[in-house]
């Protein structure tokens, strides 16, 4: 069955509002003027000033942005376009007749066997646009079918496992690496899910248990910013510096090189935290009530309502704390706690001391 301008635009409408996107969301993202999406949506493709080979590329670019298979989309679309030519060619045709019809003055006395020829060239010519639809529909399929095999052979050509019993070894970082985002949204929310720490760079892992607002930036570019739905998995990579804020920080399952992190603090807490290679520095905003926290060596938690008070020698201050170094010392190590701090984040003695 052949594709519709009005079911192509509600397939594009139903998929963004199925990611919870609003249009404008698209827009900023996409960078595609809103009368075109909104066209598009209506089931409006011909727009004008814009030629058909920007019109396609659009489309693949939003289906692309809906997570629906561009290629599928677009052959919605020739099928849609085909549909509308199809119409117009009989439309002209009937139209061509009557004139043909209107010219000749046919009345009643027409010799019989003209009558036979009309009909007969208007059978031809449907035969003929029927096969040549079909045999468009026909190239369309195979050309999707040797597409699709050749990205499989490619996929089995590059692929190299690792030889059984060696580990693959991470690529040394340098200082002109670029952060290694992760797109994990398709992998099951579980340990086995999760990317392995090579032992070198930052690598963050974060579990959403529920809905929050997330931005994460890694090595200061932005590699996610929006609302995440219960059970995302987001992986980052970077050299120097990965920086998550969440707006509900009980949401937050966070592992950092290879160690799960405790709980970072309540539902609906503001959450700034920064991860380099040897620290994660955590700050918390205010909250309703207190939620005990688990954090793992080296972490600090900073509270953001914290007020600095004169004391002797140095004090922290609300913004980030270095961590102190994990060396042993002579002595049990010591914590200094912010005045008037509601999510208090002390540092663990180590065993033994």
């Known amino acids: 069955m052949l594709m519709d301008a009005y079911s192509l635009g509600q397939l594009l409408r139903e998929a963004r509002e199925a990611n919870e996107i609003t249009i404008e969301d698209a827009v900023a993202r996409l960078k595609i003027r809103q009368p075109i999406l909104e066209a598009f949506e209506a089931g409006e493709f011909e727009i004008t000033g814009v030629p058909e080979i920007q019109v396609r590329g659009m489309l693949r670019i939003y289906g692309r942005f809906l997570e629906l298979d561009e290629e599928d989309v677009l052959l919605l679309y020739d099928q849609m376009r085909m549909a509308m030519e199809k119409g ?4 002209g045709r009937r139209r061509r007749e009557a004139d043909r019809d209107a010219e000749r003055g046919l009345s009643s006395t027409q010799p019989l066997h003209e009558a036979h020829l009309a009909e007969r060239r208007a059978s031809t010519c449907g035969s003929l646009m029927r096969l ?15 597409y699709v095999t050749v990205e499989l052979a490619g996929i089995e050509i590059w692929a190299s496992p690792t030889p059984a019993g060696e580990a693959a070894a991470p690529p040394p970082p340098t200082e002109t690496d670029a952060p290694l985002p992760t797109d994990t949204a398709a992998l099951p929310p579980t340990a086995s899910g999760r990317a392995q720490y090579g032992g070198s760079g930052i690598l963050v892992s974060v579990l959403l248990t529920q809905r929050s607002w997330l931005q994460v930036h890694a090595d200061g570019v932005e590699q996610f910013s929006g609302i995440a739905a219960p059970d995302t998995l987001l992986e980052y990579s970077a050299v120097t510096e990965v920086h998550v804020a969440a707006a509900n920080a009980l949401a937050l399952d966070v592992i950092w090189n290879g160690q799960q ?8 807490q503001r959450a700034d935290i920064r991860f380099t290679a040897s620290e994660a520095i955590v700050e918390l905003g205010p909250a309703g009530a207190p939620t005990p926290l688990s954090p793992t060596a080296e972490t600090v938690i900073v509270a953001a309502d914290a007020e600095p008070t004169a004391t002797e020698g ?3 201050t609300p913004t980030e704390t270095p961590v102190p170094s994990a060396t042993p010392t002579e002595g049990p190590p010591t914590a200094i706690l912010p005045p008037r701090v509601t999510q208090a984040g002390l540092i663990p003695t180590k065993e033994g001391a």
Do not use: E, F, K, M
């Open 88 to 91: 117009r060619r009989r439309r």
């Open 132 to 146: 040549l639809l079909l045999l468009l529909v026909s190239t369309a399929a195979i050309a999707i079918i040797v």
């Open 261 to 268: 992190q405790g709980q970072i603090g309540g539902r609906g």
């Open 314 to 316: 140095p004090s922290p």
